[in-house]
């Protein structure tokens, strides 16, 4: 396997768990509206942290929904247009990062070791985005030796 084949993979893969991320963030929070007691791991804390508070700190459902949503709204915009900027795709990993900062915080707080998954996983997906951005960095560095100019960061014509 090529280089730029090594990192249009390692780039998709990054996009990918960023995707999964934030569509089990969305359905976690449906879950948390419906008051069912599931919860997946794999997903950003912090529009659930901030729809717990929003709900029984201080009464507001409506403005914990638009916040959340917003941030959701923030990864699905990073995640569509690191489709051909890799920028994008380092926006994902401040916001992801400080998303594992928030619920770190969070976890140390309630003191309770439930959160360990939570924390698993976060490192899972920060993981796959630092790699992610990093693969970016040489696809696009490989782009600008052979004389390409912009380019599809996932290595393919399709969607990633």
Same mark, same amino acid.
């Given at each position: 396997?090529? /280089?730029?084949?090594?990192?249009? =993979? ?13 569509? *089990? %963030? ?7 509206? %419906? ?7 794999? $997903?950003? $804390? %912090?529009? /659930? +942290?901030? @729809? ?8 507001? =459902? =409506?403005?914990? #929904? +638009?916040?959340?949503? +917003?941030?959701?709204? *923030?990864?699905?915009?990073? !995640? ?7 920028? !994008?795709?380092?926006?994902? *990993?401040?916001?992801? $990062?400080?998303?594992? @900062? ?5 976890? @140390?707080?309630?003191?309770?070791? $439930?959160?360990?998954?939570?924390? &698993?996983?976060?490192? !899972?997906?920060?993981?796959? *985005? #630092? %790699?992610?951005?990093? &693969? ?8 600008? &030796? ?15």
């Amino acid at each position: 396997m090529e /280089q730029r084949d090594k990192a249009a =993979l390692a780039y998709k893969k990054a996009r990918n768990n960023l995707l999964v991320m934030t569509i *089990l %963030t969305v359905v976690n929070m449906v879950l948390m509206l %419906t008051n069912l007691s599931i919860n997946f791991s794999f $997903s950003a $804390s %912090t529009p /659930q +942290i901030v @729809l717990a508070f929003s709900i029984f700190v201080f009464e507001n =459902l =409506l403005g914990g #929904i +638009i916040i959340s949503v +917003i941030i959701i709204g *923030l990864f699905l915009l990073c !995640w569509h247009m690191s489709k051909k900027n890799n920028g !994008w795709l380092i926006a994902a *990993l401040v916001l992801f $990062s400080i998303d594992t @900062l928030i619920l770190l915080l969070f976890a @140390l707080d309630i003191a309770d070791t $439930s959160f360990l998954f939570e924390i &698993a996983f976060h490192a !899972w997906v920060l993981y796959y *985005l #630092i %790699t992610g951005v990093k &693969a970016g960095a040489k696809l696009k560095n490989i782009t600008e &030796a052979d004389g390409f100019g912009m380019m599809d960061m996932s290595g393919d014509d399709g969607e990633a």
